[in-house]
């Protein structure tokens, strides 16, 4: 069926590879070693009809109880590093700023400091943030007024069929919380590697100003208990963010099952830890809808729903 140099495992239970630490197995689950056996995996699966999930952190979906039917693929063996020559001109810009090539199954949060203590900046306001480079690329991850949209130079993807194609820059593809990879032919990509755009800083002023935004993670909350960032998208042009809505309605607090929302961050929904998928599944549509009673406004979930439901 799947003969690799990775790891393929039947029915593996995918509460251990998510931060919420909920969610039924994978009905096949994947690690491939290298490029040749993602290819396998994939063209495999698409002979064989059978749906792929791209794994990347985990930590911005909820997997249903019942599990992901089809091929669950982690990427976390692509993990390349590698910074280009600051002194190199870049060809194309002729900018001759540090380039920095990231594996997508690489932490993002890794790579941040990596490369910040090295004395490159531009990845490390994502310092603290969980999930991959894939992930963080697929979410167009956000955090402290910066984008990671905005450091891309280009993305190399296998397709379905295995092909590798790169993806220069195209910033009109990029929105809040939105790339080219949720819609589309974008949707049937796996990202393999991205070139990002860095600056040189000072590693010791870097570090600090990384360590900062951690204590500011921290200071939120959202090391506390296992779950999956915002739950809602903040749509600023409703006048506050979704927290400062959930706030306002009296929903801190709210229980169902064994998942609540957290006391202390009115946008993070917790697992207590025994919750069910479904008790979070539940619990974001109820805070929703009394949102939209109470203010009229629609929050946009955050968190994705993946498998079975
Ligand atoms: C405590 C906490 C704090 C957080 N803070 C923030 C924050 O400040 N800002 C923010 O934006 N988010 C935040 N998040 C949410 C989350 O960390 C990010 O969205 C992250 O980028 C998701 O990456 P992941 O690798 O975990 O993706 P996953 O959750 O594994 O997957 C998310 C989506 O990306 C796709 N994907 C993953 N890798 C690939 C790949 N290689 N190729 C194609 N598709 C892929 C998956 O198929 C899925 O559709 C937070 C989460 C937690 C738990």
């Known amino acids: 069926m799947f ?7 039947a029915s593996e239970p995918m509460w251990r590879h998510t931060t919420f630490e909920t969610g039924g197995p994978a009905e096949l689950y ?11 995996l994939l063209t495999t699966a698409r002979r064989e009809e059978r749906d792929v999930f791209i794994l990347g952190g985990g930590s911005n979906i909820l997997v249903a109880d019942s599990g992901i039917r089809g091929l669950v693929v982690n990427t976390r063996l692509f993990n390349e590093y590698r910074m280009e020559s600051a002194g190199e001109k870049n060809n194309k810009t002729g900018s001759g700023k540090p380039t920095l090539i990231l594996g997508a199954g690489l932490p993002v949060s890794d790579a941040a400091w990596m490369s910040g203590s090295s004395g490159f900046g531009g990845l490390d306001f994502l310092f603290g943030m969980p999930g991959t480079v894939g992930g963080a690329l697929w979410m167009n991850a956000r955090c402290y007024d910066e984008e990671i949209a905005e450091k891309i130079l280009w993305i190399d993807a296998m397709d379905r069929s295995g092909r590798i194609s790169r993806i220069t820059m195209n910033k009109k593809e990029w929105e809040y919380k939105h790339s080219p990879f949720q819609t589309g032919i974008g949707k049937k990509l796996t990202i393999l590697r991205a070139a990002f755009s860095m600056y040189q800083g000072e590693p010791e002023t870097l570090k600090a100003g990384m360590r900062e935004k951690r204590d500011n993670r921290e200071l939120k909350g959202h090391y506390k208990a296992p779950c999956a960032g ?3 998208k903040n749509n600023r042009t409703f006048g506050a963010p979704s927290g400062v809505l959930i706030e ?3 929903l801190k607090g709210l229980r169902i099952g064994g998942a609540s929302v957290a006391p202390w961050h009115a946008n993070i929904i917790i697992n207590e830890g025994s919750a069910k998928a479904a008790d979070i599944r539940n619990l974001l ?6 949102v939209a009673e109470s203010t ?3 929050m946009e979930p955050e968190v994705l729903p993946v498998g079975d439901w």
């Open 3 to 9: 003969n690799i140099k990775g790891i393929v495992i």
């Open 248 to 250: 306002k309605c009296g």
């Open 230 to 232: 915002s739950a809602f």
């Open 30 to 40: 994947a690690v491939p070693a290298d490029v040749e056996d993602l290819r396998f």
């Open 296 to 298: 009229g406004f629609h």
């Open 285 to 290: 549509d109820e805070v929703a809808g009394k």
